[in-house]
């Protein structure tokens, strides 16, 4: 089993940056590859951003490429989403999710490990 732990969200303003943390805890050593997914009220909850244990392939959605980087501390086994230029359809609850599989995958089944959330607020 993981345990997955997110933090940094918050309530900013357009224009601004936030950083958040996604710490794993448990069978971290089963886990190859960790995602970060948004979901807003009313929508579908949506690929952000992924990177692989080994070699740190990174995978980006478009809406957000340029703007947020995904790194990992495999020594913390914590992964960081760094958002630059938040916009207010940024907006939404940004979960951390750990799978298996040894490169990015933009899909949520192809990840067994959630988060509980944490809450990202752009206003205009």
């Known amino acids: 089993q993981v345990l997955l732990v997110e933090s940094g969200g918050g309530l900013v303003q357009a224009g601004a940056s936030l950083r958040l943390s996604c710490a794993a805890s448990?069978?971290?050593?089963?886990?190859?590859?960790t995602g970060w997914f948004r979901q807003a009220p009313g929508k579908e909850r949506e690929f952000v951003a992924s990177?692989?244990?080994?070699?740190?392939?990174?995978g980006y959605a478009d809406s957000v490429k340029g703007r947020f980087t995904i790194s990992r501390d495999n020594a913390k086994n914590t992964v960081y989403l760094q958002m630059n230029s938040l916009k207010p359809e940024d907006t939404a609850a940004y979960y951390c999710?750990?799978?298996?599989?040894?490169?990015?995958?933009?899909?949520?089944?192809?990840?067994?490990?959630w988060g509980q959330g944490t809450q990202v607020t752009v206003s205009s």
């Open positions: 448990g069978r971290t050593d089963s886990t190859y590859l």
């Open positions: 999710a750990a799978g298996s599989a040894q490169r990015t995958a933009v899909t949520a089944q192809a990840y067994d490990y």
């Open positions: 990177i692989t244990r080994r070699g740190g392939a990174t």
